[in-house]
């Protein structure tokens, strides 16, 4: 063989040793690409299996996938501070505002007051007039004599029994407990709800819950009666009951009444709870001094006029006996009246007692429902101490000194503290 033909050989199989080593690579290239390719699709698609299995299998095993950070339920970070849910409630009371000169006020807005319960304060809501419920309780006992039937005609009378001809006693057909309710019911707001109570020696519900003052009036002359004993504390109680059938509008207790009790099933502590549990306001005109003077002028009258005898001496030491247990009672109702935000009126006669109606209609036209809101706190006592303070010059305020928490209707407000 030539050089020239080894020459051309040998170039030929540089040639093709060349190409296969390129056709190698290509090969090997493209297997790569295949490589890369399928592991880019494994990665893609084997997260979303994952998951699909993931939340099978949850579904199956009933758990939930664990909460987004920020939704409720994350797990906390430590130094968050801790979510927790507070029971809420709105607490409803009454409330009376006086400006600098003794006047209602007219005006008042929530800002214009404070609350604090328990020392801690509370948001004020709201403060707004509404109708109210009223419950008039009237006190018709004469366990010591018929004092309260009317003023006595024994002054200025010569000393001739009342059963003889020419005494000129004349026969009292309206007492003065019933001359008072007439004039307090004839000017109560047609938007008010009303109840009357009398008591002796038991209770009677004179006329139940009405808006028509013809009603109750009828009502009244119908069946007022007079008794010996006085079931003052069954009465309270049945005032109370009477005002937890009213959810709406405010409560209000008009009391007229010596404040003594000879005959009541109820206990003191059972009748003053209810009322308090109520959150009724207690209106009270006070027998006390009316009935003191007539006491006196009785006892003085029988030590003037009557023979001596034995049982004119027990019915004179009846009498003063008598005088200690109004004291008693009047400062046993001062206290109910405070506590309940109300109001008491002492007069001194029998006309000062029946035209006492006008201050009580006002003063309940004047009264304010105040609500604020408070938590629902685990506590062994329901009973809690109140105070609503004056938050504008001039103003002064009387409301509620206690309340009961009781089961008011509750709302969950989430917060953080």
């Known amino acids: 063989m030539n050089s020239k033909q080894q020459t051309a050989d040998s170039k030929r199989q540089t040639w093709l040793a060349h190409a296969s080593i390129a056709n190698a690579c290509a090969m090997a290239r493209c297997d790569l690409a295949r490589r890369a390719a399928f592991l880019s699709f494994a990665f893609c698609v084997l997260p979303f299996a994952f998951l699909s299995l993931s939340l099978s299998a949850q579904a199956q095993s009933g758990r939930k996938p664990p909460p987004k950070p920020g939704q409720q339920g994350a797990e906390q970070k430590p130094g968050d501070a801790p979510v927790v849910r507070i029971e809420t409630r709105e607490i409803a009371l009454p409330l009376l505002a006086y400006d600098a000169d003794g006047k209602f006020v ?36 004469n366990e010591i004599g018929t004092f309260k039937n009317g003023p006595t005609q024994r002054l200025g009378k010569t000393d001739v029994p009342i059963w003889e001809k020419g005494a000129s006693y004349q026969v009292i057909t309206r007492p003065t407990a019933w001359q008072f309710a007439e004039f307090f019911i004839s000017q109560l707001s047609p938007n008010d709800s009303l109840t009357v109570i009398q008591y002796a020696d038991r209770v009677q519900v004179v006329q139940d819950w009405t808006n028509d003052r013809t009603q109750a009036l009828n009502a ?15 009465a309270l109680k049945l005032a109370a009951d009477k005002l937890q059938t009213r959810p709406n509008g405010r409560r209000v207790v008009v009391l007229v009444s010596d404040g003594l009790d000879s005959g009541s099933k109820t206990g003191r502590t059972q009748a003053l709870s209810a009322l308090a549990q109520a959150r009724a306001a207690v209106f009270a005109v006070g027998w006390s001094d009316v009935l003191k003077q007539e006491v006196e002028i009785a006892a003085n009258w029988i030590g003037a006029h009557e023979p001596a005898s034995s049982s004119n ?54 009264q304010y429902s ?48």
């Open 370 to 417: 105040l609500s604020f809101v408070t938590e629902r706190k685990p506590s062994l006592e329901d009973l809690r101490s109140i105070q609503v303070l004056p938050a504008r010059a001039g103003l002064s305020v009387r409301s509620r000194r206690n309340y009961y928490a009781g089961d008011e209707t509750k709302t969950e407000t989430p917060g953080r503290k």
């Open 220 to 234: 009244l002359r119908a069946k007022y009666r007079v008794g010996i004993k006085a079931s003052f504390l069954d």
């Open 313 to 366: 001496n027990k019915r004179i030491q009846e009498l003063r006996r008598h005088l200690p247990k109004l004291e008693a009672a009047i400062a046993e109702l001062q206290n109910l009246v405070d506590n309940s935000g109300g109001e008491l009126w002492l007069p001194l006669t029998h006309d000062e007692l029946i035209t006492r109606w006008s201050k009580v209609v006002s003063t309940i036209g004047a």
């Open 106 to 141: 007219d005006d008042l807005t929530a800002k214009d007051v404070l609350v604090l319960e328990e020392g801690e304060a509370r948001q004020v809501t709201n403060v707004k007039r509404e109708p109210a419920n009223i419950v008039l309780i009237l006190d018709t006992s």
